[in-house]
């Protein structure tokens, strides 16, 4: 294949990246945007849906595509619910202390990782894709009466791919809605933009955390359920997809979902055309390195407000 | 008694019972006694920044593995000979302490701990990467002839054990030296209030680097110790895992005690020695312990006993 088609494909995995990403980094950022924690745990969240997934489509009959939309139903809120009891059973009673509530979410990190191995095991599984259909798709190149339209070998996307990245927007606009326009969007904006206030006027701050804890690993959780059907869920899947959401949610700054948004199209298509034409660990590197130089050079990216 | 007094005849007491030890216990539990004491040498050099200096890094895999690459790969490919190379262990281990130092002080809290987590991961890719040298995630063992120090055979299970001890008795004399220290204690006053010590006159910033510096280069002697005695150096040591374990072990045994390191490292080697057993999920113990030490326990075990012997360094 040419560089043109490649380039192409480079480009719609970055784009199928990107959506997931997405999602998961919103999810991140929501958190520490309203409770100001980071969520080590974060990327587990994102593996208890692909595995919830593969559970729930083995437990279904059905078909694939029965199983898949229950999946879409079933593991983000059962993730969701995972997250909100962990909100209250630890990282209330903590006070959500910046630097205990790492240490605890490592701990929640190695909890949700090692018991995920010991019920689902340690192979990677897959997941049938509700429908597939791969499209081809067109190339300008010279064919035999000069230059046209060809339809080089491999150049394609599937439906499956499509709709991926058709339902990270509908769900990114659905979100973005919910907390400019409902009661409980507001709650979490007043609270983010200062909990002691929101607190003297009434506001549960206490459910406001969990719901937002539980909406963060939901998102998580979504974007597993997306995923498993081109990549296998595994027990392991968490630690990638944290280090790109902590790349995403840093380099987009915090506060706004339009920054984070914004970087995640930049992080999956940079990811997606490094991938295809240099060495992956090489590009990871590269990554982590940016991350800390952001944070020490900026250190508003990630801080958003005064430092506590 | 004074209170100094006081604490140097019990650290010494803890020293020759360890010592005596090794004339009464079966070999299996020798061999883990002397890993328990090398990874506690480790864990010191993470609580001299944690416990004492109160900044919690997630990055010390790096300057463990510095240590045990540094003084791996010129004995393996200059056949380099073991003092110089424990040399050569220890200035790797200062020098990423002082560059991640340099960089990472720039920040505080929440960010200075994914700062010190980034560069210990780009540090363990960088190790998968130049898998020529390193052979990546297998390792690469060193000989039990180069393991050969002033014609003794570190092989020999007693000898370990006594090096091993002779390492751990040397760092905790330091250390105890060093919190003691007018220095120790401006370390102290940064953990409790860095505005106030700051304007007290003392150079924090100095301070800090300093403490980065010298807790690096510890926590390399102990990847050194651990690579020379045990004859392996591998990339799984410079994986995020091992950044996570000396913070367990400090927070289990007491942060910004002396002694804790070493009593959080032997209780949960021996707790996760014994979960292998019966499953491979064994980290899923180290996760438990985490949170319950947040929730219930933040002084550590030698901290509640602080509590009752106010004079423990």
New interface residues.
């Given amino acids: 294949m040419q560089f043109g088609p490649h380039l192409v494909l480079a480009l719609i995995e970055g784009a199928v990246l990107s959506a997931v990403l997405a999602l998961m980094a919103s999810g991140l950022s929501l958190v520490f945007g309203v409770m100001r924690v980071?969520n080590v745990a974060h990327g587990e969240f994102f593996m208890l849906g692909a595995v919830t997934a593969w559970f729930v489509a083995a437990g279904t009959g059905g078909g694939p595509a029965i199983a898949f939309a229950a999946a879409l139903v079933v593991a983000p809120l059962a993730v969701g619910t995972l997250a909100a009891l962990a909100d209250g059973l630890?990282l209330k009673?903590?006070a959500y202390d910046?630097?205990?509530t790492?240490?605890?979410t490592?701990?929640?990190?190695?909890?949700?990782?090692?018991?995920t191995?010991?019920t689902f095991g340690?192979a990677a599984r897959p997941v049938e894709p509700p429908f597939n259909r791969r499209i081809a798709l067109p190339w300008i190149g010279q064919t035999d009466e000069g230059w046209g339209l060809i339809w080089p070998w491999g150049l394609s996307v599937t439906t499956y791919k499509l709709f991926v990245i058709a339902a990270a927007v509908v769900v990114l606009v659905l979100l973005r809605r919910g907390l400019g326009r409902t009661r409980a969007g507001l709650l979490m904006r007043a609270t983010q933009i200062d909990r002691e206030t929101a607190l003297a006027f009434g506001i549960p701050v206490g459910r406001v955390y969990a719901l937002t804890f539980g909406l963060g690993a939901g998102l998580a959780a979504l974007a597993g359920v997306l995923v498993v059907p081109l990549q296998q869920a595994h027990y392991l899947m968490g630690?990638d997809a944290l280090?790109l959401s902590?790349i995403t949610v840093?380099i987009g700054g915090l506060g706004s979902l339009g920054g984070t948004l914004a970087a995640a199209v930049l992080i999956g298509m940079s990811e997606g055309i490094i991938s295809v034409f240099f060495?992956p660990?090489?590009a990871?590197?590269a990554a982590?390195?940016l991350?800390?130089?952001v944070?020490?050079?900026r250190?508003q990216g990630?801080?958003g407000g005064p430092?506590? | 008694m004074s209170r100094g007094a006081k604490a140097v005849l019990l650290h010494a007491a803890l020293l020759a019972g360890l010592l005596a030890l090794n004339w009464v216990l079966p070999d299996y539990h020798r061999g883990n006694l002397a890993r328990v004491m090398v990874l506690a040498v480790y864990a010191m050099g993470y609580n001299l920044l944690f416990g004492y200096t109160g900044l919690l890094s997630l990055g010390h895999a790096l300057f463990f593995a510095a240590g045990m690459y540094g003084l791996a790969l010129p004995m393996h490919h200059l056949g380099l000979g073991l003092v110089p190379a424990f040399g050569a262990a220890l200035l790797a281990g200062a020098a990423c302490g002082l560059a991640v130092g340099l960089l990472a002080l720039r920040t505080t809290g929440v960010a200075f701990m994914i700062v010190t987590l980034m560069f210990a991961q780009a540090g363990y890719l960088a190790i998968l990467i130049a898998g020529a040298w390193t052979r990546g995630d297998e390792g690469f063992t060193i000989p039990a002839a180069a393991r050969q120090v002033l014609g003794l055979d570190l092989t020999e299970p007693g000898v370990r054990y006594l090096a091993a001890w002779a390492l751990f008795a040397a760092v905790l004399a330091i250390l105890f030296r060093l919190v003691r220290h007018p220095a120790g204690r401006v370390l102290v006053a940064i953990r409790e209030n860095e505005e106030r010590a700051r304007l007290l006159g003392y150079d924090t910033h100095a301070m800090k680097l300093l403490a980065t510096v010298l807790s690096a280069t510890v926590a390399a002697a102990g990847g050194a110790a651990h690579a020379a005695l045990f004859g392996y150096a591998g990339a799984s040591f410079a994986a995020v895992q091992y950044s996570i374990l000396p913070l367990l072990w400090v927070l289990l045994g007491g942060a910004g005690t002396l002694v804790g390191p070493f009593v959080g490292t032997l209780f949960m080697f021996y707790l996760i020695d014994w979960a292998a057993d019966v499953t491979p999920a064994y980290m899923l113990l180290a996760g438990l312990a985490l949170i319950l030490l947040t929730l219930f326990l933040p002084q550590g075990i030698m901290g509640l006993v602080r509590g009752r012997l106010r004079w423990l360094p």
């Fill in positions: 980071v630890v009673r903590i910046p630097e205990r790492i240490v605890a490592i701990g929640l990190l190695y909890i949700l990782q090692q018991a191995l010991m340690p630690g280090l902590f840093i060495s660990t090489l990871k590197i982590t390195l991350v800390a130089f944070l020490v050079f250190p990630l801080s430092p506590r």
